[in-house]
């Protein structure tokens, strides 16, 4: 079975993954189904720092150059300067598809300029049009360096949507901002359950940060919901519960929140999955 390598350059971190291709689009497809209920299959995942070795050797586990019909690589990111380096890194029995502008991407895209939206919102997007219930909005929230609350309208469309610091660039600013208040690590603010009000300053920035977290995915979905009611026009189906959308949540840092937010669909490889997704349309149309 063929593989797709793909490769997500983010401002902190390169997401690495290697997933099932299980066939590609028909020839001259537009846009990949609006739902097809499946993420393509993570068989290897790793994530380094921007500027550490890319570990070529763990992700393609032994495959060689005789594989190379069966395996195709894709990259994109929002970081252009790594994106440039990880491309001339890359391995040369692998076939390399770089993503550079949203007109390739299998996504309408409803917004101001939608050249300057981050290539990771997107790709997030198209996953998220593989697997959101049928004829309802999803509401994606990226909880990486920065938070990304994203709208999708019921007929697959990306709508925009909101972003804010996530919340380790959060309790960096405390720390920078500030004389005395420490920088809490990830582990640190998962540490203990957030319970206000902290008894200590690491209680109180736990607290902080996490529920000004869950509070402002809560508060952004519901007025993205009020702001145009006919995104939002479609019947829900019963037993998806009274929620006229899905949530789906995905990133670093959303282990976080997910546990305080309710029904939410968390998918930490969504924008790689988005990525092999955007590779199976391009290919099928080059076909």
Known sequence: MARIL????????????????????????????????ALPACLAFAAVAVDAAIPWNDILDGRAADAADDLCGVVAGVNPAVVERVATQWPPHVHRLVIGNVESLPLVIEIEQPERVGVDRLLNAIAANAIRSAERPAIVVGCGTAMTIDLITHDGH???????????????????????????SLEE?????????????????????VWGQVGAVRELAARMKKGDGSLFRANVSPG??????????????????????????????????????TALHLLGADA
């Open 240 to 277: 998806h519960g009274d929620e006229p959308f899905d949530m789906i949540v995905t990133g670093g840092a959303a282990p976080l929140i997910v546990p305080h937010l309710g029904p939410v669909r968390w998918e930490p490889h969504l924008v790689l999955q988005g990525l092999a997704l």
């Open 158 to 184: 990306f709508a925009g949507g909101a972003i804010l610091p996530g919340p380790l660039l959060a309790a960096r600013s405390l720390h920078e901002g500030t004389a005395l208040l420490p920088e809490l």
């Open 6 to 37: 793909a490769v997500d350059v983010g401002n902190s971190r390169i997401k690495l993954g290697l997933f099932d291709a299980p066939g590609l689009p028909s020839e001259g497809a537009a846009v990949l189904p609006t739902i097809s209920r």
């Open 189 to 209: 603010l998962s540490a203990e359950p957030p319970v206000p009000p902290g008894r200590s300053t690491q209680a109180a920035i736990r607290a902080g940060i």
